[in-house]
């Protein structure tokens, strides 16, 4: 089984000539059938993708807002601990 990308010595990653060779082929084969992709097909798949970043980059917003929240809820803690401890070091007299 042919791995469509290699890492070169230096460590960067290309496309293996195996994987041009097959995609060559498979285009080849689909064309000489008679089939093709519809024509507006290149167009929603890029409308896809832009919907699928747009989504992505929300939620990581808000990944980010959670974050800042526990942080801020952790600190309400710490200083509600230390308010508490104060009351139990006090001498009741």
Do not use: C, N, Y
């Not at 060559?24 to 008679?34: D, E, R």
């Amino acid at each position: 089984m042919s791995q469509p990308f290699e890492v070169t010595e230096g460590g960067q990653v290309v496309i293996s000539r195996a994987a041009i060779d097959d995609a060559s082929v498979s285009q080849f084969l689909f064309s000489g059938a008679g089939l093709g992709l519809p024509e507006d097909w290149a167009q929603r798949s890029q409308e896809k993708a832009d919907l699928l970043e747009r989504r992505l980059s929300k939620l990581e917003a808000g990944m980010e807002s959670l974050k800042l929240a526990d942080e801020e809820i952790r600190l309400h803690a710490v200083q509600m601990r230390k308010f508490i401890e104060g009351f139990s070091a006090a001498d009741p007299k």
